[in-house]
């Protein structure tokens, strides 16, 4: 019998949520959120607005449905918006913001740093003529691809929309990641855009949600389409006390995942037939390639040994909290064993 999957690299989305969050979850206070009287659910909104530093919060059950909420709430029929080739809301959430709003994107790519070039963003922009959609929208990632944007970035590309007459959006799935690793309150960083999702879902813990922040019109409008998409929750404070949980119990540590994810990198590099890409901006995750011909076998073996990492040539392995650093050890022998031998 194959042995059950102990460590699980494959996104810290796996994380499950421990057993004093699944505590919090059974006495939550509850009430019906769609007549907006679950006052958990309430409590979550207004701790992660005050966090965010933004005038109000709507707890939605994704980040796709947050991220395709900002984009519905900012942009109409015959709208743009721009954002990075492999960015999640472009490329992961099947096209929604085309699907159901009549919005177009105009995604560039990202550079190596993972920002989009503020004069290749520039060239993309529409002139006010009937031939084009409408440009409304700049959307950024952080972290993306687990890589932290600097604040002076940030603040350039405020500017950049400002002087453009752009909404700007911060798709912040793991912006505590960013926080933590830039050493700053997270509002430092959502200071320049007008509004961010975040998820409670990933390195969190919480086993569901996400969390719309900006400002009080801008949230009562993503509201409505929360309801028009189905995604108007009943007695949510269940869920929403796992998300108060996460916020106030599970930021700090992702630091722990950082350095994991540093000492993964390193040990990782000894083996030759591996290429490691772990820049300084990286935070939780470290991404190696290797020959064609060894992911079969090298996911095999992992398998084997309870160890999950979906490998491809090139494959991300995340680090969170369901990781230890003895774990990592565990993985890295494994790792080494297996590059040994071929
Ligand atoms: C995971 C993720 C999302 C979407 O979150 P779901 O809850 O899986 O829908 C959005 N953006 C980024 C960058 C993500 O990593």
């Known amino acids: 019998m194959k042995d059950a999957i102990v460590i699980d690299f494959r996104s810290d989305t796996l994380t499950k949520p421990c057993s004093e969050m699944i505590k919090v979850m ?24 005050e966090m965010m530093g933004k005038e109000d919060a709507l707890f939605v059950p994704s980040g796709t449905q947050s991220n395709l909420l900002a984009l519905l709430t900012h942009c109409g029929r015959g709208d743009e918006y721009i954002a990075g080739q492999a960015a999640h809301l472009y ?24 920002t989009l070039d503020l004069n290749s ?26 890589q932290v944007l600097s604040l002076d970035y940030l603040k350039a590309a405020h500017q950049f929309t400002v002087d453009h007459t752009l ?3 911060l798709d912040g799935a793991r912006v505590f990641n960013a926080a933590v690793k830039l050493n700053v309150h997270v509002s ?3 200071q320049y855009f007008d509004t961010v999702s975040v998820c409670l879902s990933k390195g969190l813990g919480a086993p569901v949600g996400s969390v719309l922040c900006g400002g009080q019109p801008f949230i009562k409008e ?5 309801k028009v998409l189905g995604g108007g ?16 119990h599970n930021v700090e540590r992702l630091a722990e995942d950082h350095d994991n994810a540093a000492y993964l990198a390193q040990a990782l590099s000894e083996i030759e037939a591996l290429s ?5 901006e990286q935070t939780n995750m470290v991404f190696i390639s290797m020959d064609e011909g060894c992911v079969e076998s090298l996911n095999n073996t992992m398998l084997a040994k309870g160890i999950q990492i979906a490998a491809e040539p090139r494959t991300r392995l995340v680090i969170h909290k369901d990781i230890s650093k003895s774990d990592i050890d565990t993985a890295i022998d494994v790792f080494k064993a297996f590059f040994k031998g071929v």
């Not at 099947?94 to 699907?99: D, E, Q, R």
């Not at 269940?238 to 996460?246: K, P, R, V, Y």
């Not at 490691?276 to 300084?280: G, I, K, L, N, T």
């Open 222 to 226: 993503a509201r409505r389409w929360r």
């Open 276 to 280: 490691v890409e772990f820049s300084p």
């Open 167 to 169: 909404g700007l959006h």
């Open 233 to 248: 929750m009943r007695q949510a404070g269940i869920l929403a006390a796992a998300g108060i949980f996460g916020l106030t």
């Open 26 to 49: 059974t006495e939550a206070e509850v009430g019906d959120d769609v007549y907006g009287e679950d006052p958990s659910v309430s409590r979550l909104e207004r701790i992660a607005s």
């Open 121 to 146: 963003v520039k060239s993309v922009i529409k002139p006010d003529d009937s031939h084009f959609a409408r440009t409304k929208l700049l959307c950024l990632e952080n972290t993306q691809a687990g």
């Open 91 to 114: 490329r992961y959430e099947g096209g929604g913001a085309a699907v159901l709003g009549g919005i177009q994107p105009q995604p560039i790519s990202f550079e190596a740093d993972s």
């Open 188 to 190: 430092e960083i959502t």
